[in-house]
């Protein structure tokens, strides 16, 4: 059975840093797509950004130029790299693997269980 576990979440202080990290127990071309997503209180799931395994990647306007996603394959690990964070970006933010995707649209995917953080003025 495929596991995917988050951590790394935490408070910060507006314009912190955090970094999350995502170890899939079944790593390898069957997760052709990684990705983080987030959810805040009364609002629905959202794309923050993906990496397949050619490297592509994809984010989401809200965090481009902040956040940077990257892998590391021998440790099945994917790793969202957080920076000037904002108050906005205070949610759930959950990691997703699945065997394809386009863009944010996953397609038989894992998910985690999700990671809090939260971002102070």
């Known amino acids: 059975q495929v596991q995917v576990a988050e951590s790394g979440g935490g408070s910060v202080h507006f314009g912190g840093s955090l970094r999350l990290s995502c170890v899939v127990s079944r790593y390898g071309y069957s997760f052709y797509c990684m990705g983080w997503f987030r959810q805040a209180p009364g609002t629905e799931r959202e794309g923050v950004a993906t990496i397949r395994s050619d490297g592509t990647t994809t984010f989401a306007d809200s965090v481009k130029g902040r956040f940077t996603i990257s892998k590391d394959n021998a440790k099945n690990t994917v790793y969202l790299q957080m920076n000037s964070l904002k108050p906005e970006d205070t949610a759930m933010y959950y990691c997703?693997?699945?065997?394809?995707?386009?863009?944010?649209?996953?397609?038989?995917?894992?998910w985690g269980q999700g990671t809090q953080v939260t971002v102070s003025s």
């Open positions: 997703a693997a699945a065997p394809v995707c386009v863009g944010f649209q996953f397609r038989s995917e894992t």
